[in-house]
């Protein structure tokens, strides 16, 4: 059975940084996309970073490029984002999901399974 947990979210002051995982069960990340989405107050949820471990590629969203890192540890079938130089836009709740079997992307229609999601929020 397919699982995500997502842990590591919290309160932190602009600029600061949070490293959010995704632990998976019931699968290994080689050949899966891992995606991570976040939805904000009053917005339409919205691709962040996407990596799949075999072959390793990563993907980002313009909005975190050169801020946000993702990355895979297949022995503990666990995906980081480590978020830096946080700004109050990035408050939202985040989501990890797969999309088994396939490339990487930020295509949310597409991924089959996802965690429950959680609270990041950025504000002084």
């Known amino acids: 059975q397919v699982q995500l947990v997502e842990s590591g979210g919290g309160l932190v002051q602009p600029g600061g940084s949070l490293t959010l995982s995704c632990t998976a069960s019931?699968?290994?990340?080689?050949?899966?996309?891992i995606g991570w989405f976040r939805q904000a107050p009053g917005k339409e949820r919205e691709g962040v970073s996407c990596i799949r471990t075999n072959p390793n590629s990563t993907v980002y969203a313009d909005s975190v490029k050169g801020r946000f890192t993702i990355t895979g540890d297949n022995a503990k079938t666990t995906v980081y984002l480590q978020m830096n130089n946080l700004k109050p836009e990035d408050t939202a709740v985040y989501y990890c999901?797969?999309?088994?079997?396939?490339?990487?992307?930020?295509?949310?229609?597409?991924?089959?399974?996802w965690g429950e999601g959680i609270q990041v929020t950025v504000s002084s």
């Open positions: 999901a797969t999309d088994p079997w396939s490339y990487c992307h930020l295509l949310e229609d597409e991924y089959d399974y």
């Open positions: 019931g699968f290994t990340l080689d050949y899966y996309a």
